[in-house]
């Protein structure tokens, strides 16, 4: 009997492994990058299409209302609408996808809440990018438990950034020294913990 269980133990598991790992190949195939799909509809559809796409939530400008049906994307020519804000709550968005933020120069806000593939890469991947170097200043990083103290320096580099808010992050193993850095760097930076 106890044989028995095992085996059915040990099939069960294998299929919830085989289950995570097609969940994760899928989410990796909706981060992939279409360059010549960001040539052809300019760099904010694609990035709003390939948000999307991972279940996150763009605002563009002048609008008030959050765009988070794939199929409901507004058509017109070419550049009309810029993405001003970004919601990644429980998204499936990941490093691979991040080239789709180059080249945005509108974004102002970004919330990256309950994203189990964003880590210190993708932070320090967003850091770097020149256009959101400049326009970014509100930013929230809550429930990621893969971001840590490197993750959270990187974001030194957005000098725009006025408000952050920290809640919920496990791998953070020394606040006070980041969150020092973080400051140093960026004097105007209003940081929000919720780390305790």
């Avoid at 009309?80 to 991040?98: L, N």
């Avoid at 593939?117 to 929230?140: F, K, V, W």
Wanted: charged share 30%; proline share 3%.
């Amino acid at each position: 009997m106890r044989l028995l269980s095992r085996a059915v133990q040990c099939a069960v598991g294998q299929r919830e492994r085989s289950r995570r790992h097609f969940w994760g190949w899928l989410n990796a195939v909706f981060n992939k990058v279409d360059y010549e799909r960001i040539k052809a509809v300019g760099p904010d559809r694609a990035a709003a299409e390939w948000l999307l796409r991972c279940g996150a939530k763009v605002r563009f400008q002048g609008f008030d209302r959050w765009q988070h049906d794939y199929n409901g994307l507004p058509t017109g020519p070419l550049g009309r609408y810029k993405i001003q804000a970004i919601d990644a709550t429980e998204s499936c968005i990941m490093y691979r996808g991040f080239d789709h933020l180059d080249d945005l120069k509108h974004v102002e806000e970004i919330k990256f809440n309950k994203c189990i593939y964003i880590e210190d890469g993708c932070l320090e991947r967003l850091s770097s990018i020149e256009s959101l170097q400049e326009t970014l200043n509100r930013m929230e990083v809550v429930s990621c438990g893969n971001v840590t103290d490197k993750g959270l320096v990187a974001l030194h580099q957005l000098r725009n950034l006025e408000h952050l808010f920290l809640s919920d992050l496990p791998g953070i193993n020394d606040r006070q020294t980041t969150v020092d850095r973080l400051q140093t760097a960026l004097p105007r930076l209003d940081i929000s913990l919720d780390l305790d």
